[in-house]
């Protein structure tokens, strides 16, 4: 077991202070560098980090604000907040599993989600209900029924398990999405839209609704952030400190799903970002959730705006969406994780 | 799962053995009959006969003599192989929930499909199945050495195989979305797995690799059981346990990439295959081995036959449809498996 | 080589009494018979040469949508084709139920499946899928030549360049040296067709300069971009035009209300055109070129 808190190593007080101070003007350097690069780079040569001067310019902003304004921006923003919301919601599933390997892609919440899309776009009678309603719905039953097979409702979740419940989830639900682009030849182009993250053509008003999410999200990690403390002391001892452990199960499992749904609703699953970031946390700021929160989605925001600006200073006239640029950071993360973590280091 | 326990089954199970497996090759020949009398076009059964029998009357030589019946020759054949090779890396690794997917196997010769593709776009129809041979054992050769070298348990082995296996689709979505354009569609239908287009030339091309391992690994059977013996005894009796593994593991990995390399990404039948024939006849590999490969030629060759009988002229490929029903399965052996004893931990 | 083919040719009629000729193509050379009446073909490009001679195929891999394939194609041969699936997974069995005597198969499509293909009926092979104007021309000649009517493709030809310049001397003064760029575009993207791609030649042809540079590669990914707003408006096309399908939402609807694409100087200057994506993206060929310039005509007429 990790150790329960973060206990501050006998430094001296002023190295203490510094090394406080030191971290978080870190994370938002890094943040705030990659946000840079992201807003930086685009289609148009002559539009660059002066324009987001006309940014409350209203209608008399040139042409490059107008750009940075109303393209650049948004898509920034939803890097930024899609790495936030991701995040959390990776170490909300973390926590609540007390699984190192836990994560929205892994449990199949994106998969899930994605199939909920796929379906509002196919099945008629669904076609009025709002994507990110079908998104959220279908994670959740997608993240029910793998905690389901990995035992959660009955006490006790076994690693192995939880992983390979939520494969075989996600396979399901991605062997549904193939279906459906079988049977629709034009829509094989669109298939790495709803199986590979893409943040190419949002707009103000998706970001907002990110923001939303991911401000909700916060709030919510906060609030759960003392019962996720006690989950990593163990079932009986939550238990024993006035929280249900299934109660907490629940509530983590169902702010994660829906702050997973509407990200996919906005961009498509993107893989591994809901893993990664959390892990990095962990090892900057230790175990304790209520710092945590705000550590991991710093990190979150900066991994997704570099992973954005990389998308598009990809050589070559095309982009890369966003998604492949998280998986192949994020896969051999995986792997890393799985080779190094101690057998024991899990419940 | 083979473990102790089900080895000492009774007599009684011994005698059932014979008969599932005379039952299961039944099973086959209607499957094996299904596929040369349903497809995108109807042929009347008097026709069908006519053809196969070289009478004289109407018949339909290419389409049941050069689609039909190698297609579904080909199906069971590889339906076989990835059964086996299921059955063989389940009971190597000790866990009832690997299969050649788990392990990486599908996913790097996905990968290595997709790199020929886009290195050697002009040979790259000639050469997938080899890349895809190629790939699959690469990738299963790398869990296998991670796995050899940090002396992993088999619930970690099985994580370092799917991890492995993320890589390799990374690397698969990285080329899908850098090096194709909008109208993409010849390593698509690979991705899926289908047995469209395959002929006799892709029969015979793995025919007779796929013929040599398997009986090779039916063969080994016996000695498999002796593991189980403990390593003193299987000893004793002149069974030199890593050898045999080894070369065990090297048949189960080279049986479901040649599969692959041929047919594409037909998932889950490896992991299903093995879990119904140990429910028929039980653990000892003597009798699981024939079992799992006959449950999976039906698997292969039935899922073929429903994906082409199901919405003519389109074929549903037979990799999504097992997709549909493996996915499912694989849940419900997650939440029974584990109310059983000697669950992976 | 020619003269080695011809006299081939010239030896295989006169010993078959017409019956078998060497036909040589992108994968080998295959034995067709000289007029072959039951044609399959597996990609749309081809149903154009042998509607431009009269023949009409008896199977189209037509993805299993008969609207597909385009008027002024099913004018000519009609409506009593079988659709054989998909152009990407064509039906072999119902190929070879309807008893082909020649296949006429893409190369990037359908190489996997030469050889079955090939057990069916004769199959002859093209490149549909990369060419430009001119190998869609040459491909014809020689699609003409494999179904055993050379004389009447040439004839076809002639009057199909007469028509073609016609219509260019027609838009020459209202089109040369303007910048035009072609795109397809849906729901998803925005995909735009470099120079060197079919529907670029074709603009070429009528004398529209082209916009994006040109890349000199004409692998699949080059000849098709995909590109985000912002790409697009730094190319500043001075006429677009807009492969859709009608009645599908498509991105510029989204964009009509953005500075950026309202700056592009066609739309400025109301000089964006929707087309059918289907005709000029899908087809290719001769008739549907011919379609595709009266498209262009209306637009040289239009244009601000």
Sequence with gaps: MRQVLAQDRPLGEGAAVLRRAALPCLALLVVLGGCALSLATGGRSDVGLADLSGLFAGSGATLAEQTMRDIRLPRTLCAVFLGVNLGLAGLILQAVTRNALAAPGLLGINQGAALGIVLGLIVPALAGVPQSLLAVVFGLLAVAATFAISGAFSGRIESLRLILGGIAVGALGFAAVRLGYTLEDDLARQVVRWTVGDIGGVRMPEALRLGATALLGILAAFGLAQRLNLMALGQAASHGLGADPMRTLMLGAGVASVMTGVCVSVAGPIAFAGLVVPHLAKALAGADHRRLVLV??????????????????????????????????????FLAIVLTRRASSHG | MADASTLQSGPGRRLRTPAVLVALTCCLLVVLALGLGLGAVRVPAATLLNTLLGLDGPRQDFIVLGSRLPRTLLGALTGAALGLSGAIIQSLLRNPL??????????????????????????????TPFAAAVGGVVAGSVVWLMAGRLALDAARLTLVGIAVGFV????????????????????????TGSLWGRGWTHLWSVAPALGGLMALALLMSFRLDLQYLGPQRAAALGVRLGLERGMLLVIGVLLAALSVGVVGVVGFIGLMAPHIAARLVGGRHRALLPTAALVGAILCAGADVAGRALMPPIEISAGILTALLGAPFFIWLLLTEGRRPGAPR | ?????????????????????????????????????????????????????????????????????????????????????????????????????????????????????????PTVVYDSLTGDYQDVLEEATRIGEAVGRAEEMAEFQRAHAARMEAIRDEVADSVVGRAAQF????????????????VGSLLDYFGFAPVMSPSGDDSYGELYQQVTLEQASELEPAVLILGKIEGEHTLDLDWADEALWQQIPAVRDGNVFDVSSNLWSRSRGMLTAEATARDIREIAQSLK
């Design chain 1, 296 to 333: 991991t989605a710093t990190l979150g925001a900066g991994l997704m705006a570099w992973a954005d600006a990389g998308s598009k200073l990809w050589p070559g006239f095309s982009e890369i969406p966003v998604g492949v640029i998280v998986s192949i950071i994020g896969a051999p993360w």
């Design chain 2, 98 to 127: 690997a299969s050649p997917k788990i392990v990486g196997i599908n996913s790097g010769a996905a990968f290595a499909v997709l790199l020929c593709a886009f290195l050697l776009p002009d040979a790259a129809a000639r050469l």
């Design chain 2, 168 to 191: 390799m689709e990374a690397g698969v979505e990285f080329l899908l979305v850098t090096q194709t354009g909008p109208e993409f569609s010849a390593p698509l239908v690979w991705l």
């Design chain 3, 1 to 121: 080589m020619r003269t080695i083919l011809s006299a081939l040719a010239i030896i295989g009629i006169s010993a078959t009494a017409g019956f078998a000729r060497d036909v040589t193509h992108a994968l080998g050379t295959t034995e067709v018979p000289d007029a072959p009446q039951r044609v399959v073909v597996l990609e749309f490009s081809f149903v154009d040469a042998l509607s431009a001679v009269g023949l009409a195929p008896v199977g189209i891999a037509d993805d299993n949508k008969r609207d597909r394939i385009q008027s002024v194609l099913t004018d000519v041969i009609g409506d009593d084709w079988t659709s054989v699936g998909t152009r990407k997974t064509p039906s072999l069995e119902v190929i070879a139920s309807l008893q082909p005597d020649l296949i006429i198969a893409d190369k990037t499509r359908h190489e996997a499946i030469y050889d079955t293909l090939g057990q069916i009926a």
């Design chain 3, 183 to 198: 795109g397809v575009i849906n729901a998803n993207g925005f995909w735009l067709h470099s120079p060197q791609s079919y």
